[in-house]
């Protein structure tokens, strides 16, 4: 597969959200296994280099884990397009509704 861009926008989302936890992605994968989620350390890279897909079950784990503004960052960074090249909306009309939805 040869693809320029990362699969996804959440990778580098989840290694800052790690990062500034002070956590390491053994240990990340140590919590995430506690809850339910299993990830190895070898993936969990692979997601933070966007190289692989992540479901929506491991997402909520990220964010239980990593904290609510993961998931605010996430968002955000939807909302403005993903760096304009992961992501590009082509529903104008879905893309002004997003802008009006906002997480609490």
Request: with cysteine; aromatic share 8%.
């Given at each position: 597969?040869?693809?320029?861009?990362?699969?996804?926008i959440?990778?580098?989302?989840?290694?800052?959200?790690?990062?500034?936890?002070?956590?390491?992605?053994?240990?990340?994968?140590?919590?995430?296994?506690?809850?339910?989620?299993?990830?190895?350390?070898?993936?969990?890279?692979?997601?933070?280099?966007g190289?692989?897909?992540?479901?929506?079950?491991?997402?909520?784990?990220?964010?239980?884990?990593?904290?609510?503004?993961?998931?605010?960052?996430?968002?955000?960074?939807?909302?403005?397009?993903?760096?304009?090249?992961?992501?590009?909306?082509?529903?104008?009309?879905?893309?002004?509704?997003?802008?009006?939805?906002?997480?609490?």
């Amino acid at each position: 597969m040869s693809n320029h861009y990362p699969m996804n926008i959440c990778g580098n989302l989840i290694k800052h959200a790690r990062n500034a936890a002070n956590m390491t992605q053994e240990q990340l994968a140590a919590k995430l296994q506690l809850d339910g989620i299993m990830l190895s350390r070898v993936q969990i890279s692979k997601i933070e280099k966007g190289y692989r897909y992540i479901t929506d079950q491991e997402l909520a784990g990220f964010v239980r884990i990593l904290g609510k503004n993961l998931l605010q960052e996430f968002w955000n960074e939807i909302n403005k397009g993903g760096d304009g090249q992961i992501y590009r909306s082509r529903d104008k009309k879905a893309s002004s509704v997003a802008e009006n939805d906002k997480f609490e």
